[in-house]
């Protein structure tokens, strides 16, 4: 029988990563993690934890105004970008040391450097060989940026938060959720924000009406949305030897924009490069994702893969969710518990535009798709705030019935605290909760949450 250094070899730090090394740890396996970069991966570093940070930051600019309406006088303060800069590198690096502290204290061995796999069982760091009876792929995705002339002129989502200096016009290119979170964030810190997507709308696989709703405030906010556009290519001023300079965006249709920067947030794809999956065979799509099954193993015996790098749903819980189910599959149940399993249906999510958007369940489309009859419920209002702060924000709520069951399958808000509110109705929704019981629910009043319980009347197809 081989013999292993380790039961488990874990490639990538990031929340999948982290998870699983430390789970498996605990139940007393011997693991090893080899990390690259800074510990945390994308959500950590470049992604959720300091993408919410700026956005805390953005709505301080309406927050001073809308704060007028309410009695307070005097001119708002100014946003000193070096300042908010050097306040989330902080956090980030106490982050970075309480994931290693909870690695090094559930006994994994940190192995920095960039693993390339040798065969099923081992990898090569650094010219160093390692060997384990499993091995898990947890490298994440990585920024999408397509080759247009010019492409060395832009930025990704991991470049924007050091940007310097601070872009007072900004283009942001794309439409999905890092795009529309960048433009709501950088508009609302005060540049000005123009934003191109090449499709009819922003926000695709999302609902219908969300979509629509959220472009709008958007627009009305002050991001200059286009849709239906797309870059030909971008240029500097050939004097410009220092790269200093505006940069000219030479569009599809003809016009040219002049900005300070230029954000690519077109997607991102499976860092899968150069870590030896095709020297082994193993599987990928045509995006480069890994192909794994249930139990999250790959076309190669005792390699498995989860997270971003599988390509499924790229949110960090379902990074973590995948990592407890695998360590279980691994290394069986803690005494006395069932085997964790991860379930992929009604996954709440929330997009951190302004105003935020919270989802859980079907869209109108699918869940029409899915169940056939349905009954739509739809709210849209001025929140209470607003009746005094002037502005012109609304929210929208949305519930959508399988009329076969009652079950409520789909609810959607755009709102202040989205995500907060609809991360309760998910619990509901998992449980299986109805209409009826959604209707015989007390709203905590005043409230913009109690506008789900309290929607009687459904809309007419």
Known sequence: MAVF?????VVGGGSGGVRAARM???RGARVALVEAQAMGGTCVNVGCIPKKLYSYAAHFAESFEESHGFGWVGPAPTLDWSALKA???REITRLNGIYLQLLKGAGVQIIEGWATLVDAHSVEVAGQRYSAQNLLIATGGTPSVPDIAGRE???TSNEIFDIDPFPKRLLVVGGGYIACEFASIFNGLGAQVTQLYRGEQVLRGFDNDVRSFIAAEMLKAGVDLRLNADVANITRTPSDTKNVGPLWVHLADGSTLEVDAVLYATG?????????LETLGVAQKDDGAIQVDAQYQTSVPNIYALGDVTARLQLTPVALGEAMALVDHLLGPVTGKTPRTMSYDFIPTA????PNIGTVGFSEADARAQFGQISVYKSEFKALKHTLSGSTERTFMKLLVDDATGRVVGLHMVGAEAGEIVQGFAVAMKAGATKAVFDSTIGIHPTAA??????REPVKA
């Open 5 to 9: 250094e380790f039961d488990l070899l």
């Open 351 to 354: 997009v951190f535009t302004h």
């Open 268 to 276: 991102r794809v499976p860092n899968v490069k150069g870590i030896g």
């Open 24 to 26: 498996a740890a605990q």
């Open 153 to 155: 002129h832009v930025i």
């Open 450 to 455: 109690e506008e789900f319980v309290t929607m």
């Open 87 to 89: 306040s989330r590198a």
